[in-house]
Nanobody, 114 residues
Framework: QVQVVESGGGLMQPGGSLRLSCVVS????????LAWYRQAPGKQREFVASITRGGDKSVGDSVKGRTAISRNNAVNTVYLQMMDLKPEDTAVYYC????????WGQGTQVTVSS
């Protein structure tokens, strides 16, 4: 059974930073591409960043320059780091992987507010 579990969300200050974690089990983690998406209230789900099995990274235009994605295959975890947080970064952040099917976590809420 595939499980995707995000953590690390919460209330963040504008200008601050966040580090989200996502643990994936049930698939060969080191062989998979992993991605982060987010969905703000009333908006469509938006691509944030992805990382391939070989370590190639892609970052969405709206967060480029202040966002990094990384992975640790030893602990089946993918990370999302974002700096200079803005109120418009408020959203539910989802972890995604594809291995024969599309798998999503339950999401972690990030709220950026003073």
């Amino acid at each position: 059974q595939v499980q995707v579990v995000e953590s690390g969300g919460g209330l963040m200050q504008p200008g601050g930073s966040l580090r989200l974690s996502c643990v994936v089990s049930g698939i060969p983690f080191s062989l998979s591409t992993l991605a982060w998406y987010r969905q703000a209230p009333g908006k469509q789900r938006e691509f944030v960043a992805s990382i391939t099995r070989g370590g190639d990274k892609s970052v969405g235009d709206s967060v480029k320059g202040r966002t990094a994605i990384s992975r640790n295959n030893a602990v089946n975890t993918v990370y999302l780091q974002m700096m200079d947080l803005k109120p418009e970064d408020t959203a539910v952040y989802y972890c995604n992987t594809q291995w024969g099917a599309d798998y999503w976590g339950q999401g972690t809420q990030v709220t950026v507010s003073s």
